[in-house]
């Protein structure tokens, strides 16, 4: 069972353009599609469409929007009640794919909520193969609560998809909590290392700065790298995936399907290249859904993903 929590979960908006945005201007849109959503719901709603159990943890109540979507779509979620109502995030994707996101901070969390988040954490820990961390987190939380969550969650593994603040913090603390998994893109990979974020679209590059974490601790880096592909770095070796050219129609959820994919992977038991491969695949289909659209195993094209072997690049 993979176990998410989304911290700060959202409502998203997602808003099609027919053409490129015009700061400033008045246009019209295609269309427009609203879902339940932030990191860790998405990932749990990836994983049910596979027929795989999950669990979709999160703040809110039972009579909210997220609640209320992620019960009609027949997902397992546990909610901790109380606190002000679900942010809306905006998202205005153009014609070629370009995405703008504007994200609301959220409600603020509690002491006494974000204590009985990390106790129901724990309980399902109890029966999970995996927990994931994703998202932001809302106002009123300390960026060092991803550190003491992989304190805490001691039994399954956990993967970490996160920036800014809470990742920073948690890369400081690697010696203490290391995640078994972390997905940064390349932005985030340079908040991680220092790099620079442009030199990090090249995969070689990417694999050196990766290399430098699971040196400090973390099991294993699945970075996506946009138009670039993703790399894979473990204690073993590295990889590279890319998939063949796809008309975009959206990223909102790409990353996410691609860590859902890795997951899915992974517990089927397949070797590293082979979960980076599922990883890109999902990340791909998404990428070429509308709006807020999330894919099920018949949009995934694994065997058109290539992975090539960079083991022999040496550790910076």
């Not at 942010?87 to 901070?105: F, S």
């Not at 998404?286 to 694994?302: E, R, S």
Request: aromatic residues 2%.
């Amino acid at each position: 069972m993979i176990v998410t929590l989304t911290a700060n979960p959202s409502v998203d908006r997602t808003v099609t353009l027919a053409e490129p945005l015009r700061r400033g201007g008045v246009q019209r849109a295609l269309g427009a599609t609203v879902q339940a959503g932030g990191k860790g719901v998405n990932v749990s709603r990836v994983v049910a469409m596979a027929g795989t159990a999950t669990v979709a943890v999160l703040p809110g109540s039972e009579g909210d929007p997220v609640s209320r979507d992620l019960a009609a779509a027949g997902i397992d979620h546990r909610v901790v009640p109380g606190g002000g109502p679900i942010r809306t995030n905006v998202a205005i994707t153009e014609i070629d794919g370009t995405t703008t996101k504007i994200n609301e901070p959220g409600a603020p969390l509690d002491e006494e909520r974000r204590r009985a988040l990390t106790e129901l954490l724990v309980e399902l820990s109890a029966t999970a193969s995996w927990i994931v961390l994703s998202g932001s987190l809302p106002p009123g939380v300390p960026a060092d609560w991803y550190v003491e969550l992989v304190r805490r969650l001691r039994g399954p593994r956990i993967a970490v998809d996160t920036s800014d603040a809470p990742l920073v913090t948690l890369a400081r603390r690697f010696d203490v909590a290391a995640p078994a998994l972390i997905k940064p893109n390349s932005e985030e990979l340079a908040q991680l290392t220092g790099a620079d974020p442009e030199r990090l679209h090249d995969p070689v590059e990417a694999v050196r700065a990766a290399a430098r974490l699971v040196d400090r601790g973390v099991g294993a880096v699945l970075a996506t790298l946009g138009a670039a592909g993703a790399v894979l770095v473990t204690g073993d070796g590295a990889w590279h995936a890319t998939a063949p050219d796809v008309t975009p129609c959206s990223t909102v959820g790409a990353g996410d399907s691609a860590l859902a994919g890795y997951l899915l992977a992974d517990l089927d038991g397949a070797a590293p290249a082979d979960r980076l491969r599922r990883a890109v695949a999902y990340g791909t289909a998404a990428v070429t859904l509308p709006g807020t659209g999330l894919p099920g195993p018949d949009h995934v094209q694994i065997d058109a993903v290539t992975v090539t072997a960079l083991d022999s690049l040496p550790h910076p």
